[in-house]
């Protein structure tokens, strides 16, 4: 192994596959957290952005984008706020995200499990929509603090979608926690460049990842589903929603697929590449 090509085993056939089926009995008792990301949304086929690349299209398919901002959802949400204004980037992401996405089979068999906490990392819907046969659940996201004269770096939201006092996540079996912020209920959406320059210098000290979500998150693995970390900041993120979990870690990945930072985030994180197709994947987590 070498810093220019980090060497990792990806597991692979039988030994894969059996290592998802008990990684399937801990998520079951709880002892494993799902981190679920936007290639989810491709076994919905939903007809939303479904990656970053997807976004920065979507919003370069509204309006003319300088090139350096093409193909970089952060940087070209970036020159929309800072050219058109924050409302109008609001907007365009309600815009993106407006319709509500069936949740995938996946997505319907953790909202029938009794999980401490969900991570979802994209902007849609579908996991709050699994959720809502269910009231002893509730939702804290990451919000834009754009305006806000309070010291604050999330929001918490009931069942139904109303907000709430932090007090009440207490009270909750479950917690769908939306770090990036999420098309419903609110429109609360991180995106630009500038919001995650504000978050970013806080996050190694932990204060916008909320108390119940670093408390639940303690000794515990995470399976991360459906996630790329093709992107700085996504690595940033999850190594920091990581922080004081478990030593071993899961991701169903593609390994033909993976940046060399990519794979350089699985080796340091600790995260054991399971090398099945997601579909698949699916399969065994809903079955066993």
């Known amino acids: 192994m070498n810093a220019l090509n980090p060497g990792i085993e990806f597991i692979n056939g039988q030994a894969a596959e059996a290592i998802l089926r008990k990684v399937a009995e801990e998520l079951r008792r709880g002892h494993v957290v799902p981190y679920l990301g936007p290639g989810l949304a491709e ?10 690349e997807d976004l920065a299209a979507f919003f ?10 093409r193909g970089n959802a952060w940087a070209s949400a970036q020159h929309i ?50 959720l809502t046969r269910r009231s002893n659940w509730g939702e804290v996201q990451g919000i834009n603090r754009a305006g806000l004269s309070e010291h604050r770096w999330y929001r918490f939201y009931d069942a139904a979608g109303t907000e709430v006092d932090c007090s009440s996540a207490r009270r909750w079996q479950t917690i769908l926690y939306k770090p990036h ?20 210098t806080e996050i190694d000290i932990q204060t916008p990842i909320p108390d119940d979500v670093m408390d639940r998150r303690t000794g515990r693995s995470f399976l991360f589903l459906g996630c790329r970390f093709n992107d700085q900041l996504l690595r940033t993120y999850a190594r920091q929603v990581l922080k004081r979990s478990a030593d071993v870690h899961y991701a169903v ?14 080796l340091e994180q600790g995260v054991r590449p399971l090398a099945i197709p997601l579909a698949h994947a699916v399969e065994i987590l809903r079955t066993n």
């Open 181 to 200: 912020g999420s098309v419903a209920p609110a429109k609360n959406f991180l995106v630009s460049d500038a919001d995650y320059v504000e978050v970013l």
């Open 60 to 69: 370069g398919s509204k309006l003319a984008l300088p090139r350096r901002t």
């Open 43 to 52: 076994l919905s086929k939903a007809s939303v952005p479904r990656s970053p």
């Open 81 to 130: 706020e800072t050219t058109r204004h924050r409302t109008t980037l609001t907007a365009m992401m309600a815009d993106a995200f407006s319709t509500p996405v069936e949740p995938a089979l996946l997505q319907r068999h953790l909202a029938g499990l009794p999980l401490p906490l969900i991570v979802d990392s994209w902007y849609d819907d579908a996991m709050r929509n699994a």
């Open 253 to 266: 990945i593609e390994p033909e697929t993976l940046s060399k930072n990519e794979r350089r985030f699985l």
